[in-house]
């Protein structure tokens, strides 16, 4: 049988399957061979008053504008929103979503966070901030700290990962830190998050980075960012900014790129909910 054959006989009998089908929307059938989103998460910083105010409610609100995955932080309320974490894991089931990663405070009983993380099927425990620092000798200190990090979490079966922000990309003492912490930390035990927002801040090219350093890069935050009047930048909603997103991502899929996390800081003229929502509907279109 020939290749046109065998294309015609396979439209044909989709074709009268969706004849003898009752009509079903706009689309009918269709719909079910169209491709789906790539998963997608949200920082629950970017909710952190709803949160405050209805743990429940708000990661309800979340699960149905779209988000099937979260990433926590450690707050006042602990990583699991005052609850066990066996308690917040079903939550998410219920939910249809699922924790994948939390920023952590990893100087504090990280030993007892990554065995409840990895308890509940957490993939990664992360350092979200280590803020300027006054010689490149600490963050070739920090190497050190994250290495433990990284020995900890793999002991639970989990990754350690940094999370950064545009001060490492900043030349100190003739040295750029964020290239000292990529190459000062074993890739058996360290990733890497990239912010998006922060990396564009800093005047570099995510791509370059994700080339530079393939597979140590797994998990990014995902925030637009749109010039200021006085010549700066601000955040606003994914997609009426500035970052490029379909490319970034498509590089950063090919050199190990895994999570996909929305992130958005406060801006006039929305709140968090609303921001969450929109920024949801964007990530939709993606095909990564």
């Known amino acids: 049988m020939t290749n046109n054959r065998r294309h015609f006989l396979k439209t044909a009998s989709l074709a ?50 779209g988000y099937n995955q979260i990433e926590s932080f450690e707050g006042k309320q602990g990583m699991f929103w005052g609850m066990k974490n066996t308690e917040f894991k079903k939550y998410m089931d219920d939910l249809g979503m699922k924790i994948v990663s939390s920023h952590s405070n990893n100087t504090v009983d990280f030993e007892r966070k990554a065995a409840e993380a990895a308890e509940i099927g957490m993939k990664y425990l992360i350092c979200p ?83 530079k350093y393939p597979n140590r890069f797994k998990l990014c935050h995902v925030k ?19 970052i490029d997103f379909a490319s970034i991502l498509s590089v950063g899929k090919k050199y190990g790129l895994q999570y996909h996390i929305v992130e958005q800081e406060a801006f006039t003229g929305t709140t968090p909910l609303l921001s969450a929502e929109a920024d949801a509907v964007y990530m939709k279109n993606f095909k990564i």
């Not at 006054?134 to 639970?156: A, L, P, Q, Y």
């Not at 637009?224 to 500035?242: F, N, R, V, W």
């Open 129 to 211: 901030y280590k803020g300027p620092q006054k010689s490149i000798e600490d963050f070739k200190r920090f190497n050190d700290e994250f290495n433990k990090s990284g020995e900890i979490c793999k002991k639970n079966g989990i990754r350690f990962a940094y999370h950064n922000h545009d001060y490492s990309f900043k030349v100190l003492d003739g040295q750029v830190p964020q290239t000292v912490m990529m190459e000062g930390t074993d890739p058996a035990l360290v990733d890497f998050e990239m912010d998006i927002y922060w990396v564009m801040a800093a005047k570099e090219d995510p791509k370059v980075w994700f080339k």
């Open 224 to 242: 637009d960012q749109t010039p200021t009047a006085s010549g700066g930048i601000e955040s606003c909603h994914l997609g009426k900014g500035t």
């Open 16 to 65: 009268a399957a969706g004849l003898s089908l009752p009509f079903i929307g706009k689309s009918g059938m269709l719909e079910n061979f169209a491709p789906k989103a790539s998963p997608f998460g949200i920082q629950l910083w970017t909710v952190k008053e709803d949160l405050t105010a209805d743990t429940k409610g708000t990661l309800k609100k979340l699960s149905q504008y």
